[in-house]
């Protein structure tokens, strides 16, 4: 089952823009990973944060988390239409001391348009 | 270093046939996870493997089975084939450490017809 949900559900933006996609989750976590899909093809690893850190960036994008709300933003600056695909955050449990169990959210579908 | 690889890409298996997907990690990588993506119930944990041996396992039937070899490299199993079991299956990598990133192949993915 799905342990969280991303709002929105789908995103159009303009080249150049940025994007910003939330991710809502369940229960005590690990980390949290954000990923990248399109088209039905694998999953790209994006960032991983921890659960004892606020905020990270890695090239255009900065993830934040707050545990106290059990949520976590992406911010993709400067978009571009190669970023056009599916987000996904996933969260790692406490109690599996690992991250290997991941559960995911719904996803937000970006579309962003020259 | 190479990444996770998958084979094959793509299936097609009549209903009641059983049907082997392979996933070789990135070396070094000792756990490998499994996950079954479809529109309806999106991105779905099936078990993991570390070290040859089933460590987590999500809710699904017993017709699904994985098994890891000596070299880390795991293979999933689905006997008696349903509609239902057409999907996107995806395999992760990781060190099995719990704050390190999963990282996945391409997918196969399994039509039933």
């Known amino acids: 089952s799905q342990q969280g949900e991303e709002d929105p559900q789908a995103l159009s933006i303009q080249e150049g823009e940025n994007a910003t996609m939330n991710c809502s989750y369940k229960?005590?976590?690990?980390?949290l990973q954000w990923y990248r899909q399109n088209s039905g093809r694998g999953l790209v690893h994006l960032i991983l944060i921890r659960s004892n850190e606020r905020e990270k960036h890695s090239g255009r994008l900065r993830v934040t988390l707050d545990t106290s709300k059990k949520s976590s933003s992406l911010l993709i600056t400067a978009s571009r239409a190669a970023d056009t695909a599916s987000y996904f955050c996933a969260t790692a449990p406490v109690y599996t001391g690992t991250a290997s169990k991941l559960t995911f959210g719904t996803g937000t579908r970006l579309q962003v348009t020259l | 270093k190479a990444g996770v690889t998958q084979t094959p890409r793509y299936l097609i298996k009549t209903r009641g046939q059983q049907v082997t997907l392979s996933c070789s990690p990135i070396?070094?990588?000792?756990?490998v996870s499994w996950y079954q993506q479809t529109p309806g119930q999106g991105l779905q944990f099936l078990f993991e493997?570390?070290?040859?041996?089933?460590?987590n396992k999500g809710n699904f039937p017993g017709r699904f089975s994985g098994r890891q070899f000596s070299n880390s490299r795991s293979e999933m199993n689905v006997s008696t084939l349903e509609l239902g079991d057409s999907a996107l299956y995806l395999c992760a990598s990781s060190q099995g450490a719990g704050n390190t990133e999963a990282f996945f192949g391409q997918g196969t993915r399994l039509t039933v017809v």
């Open positions: 229960t005590s976590i690990n980390n």
């Open positions: 070396s070094g990588h000792r756990s």
């Open positions: 493997y570390f070290s040859e041996t089933q460590r």
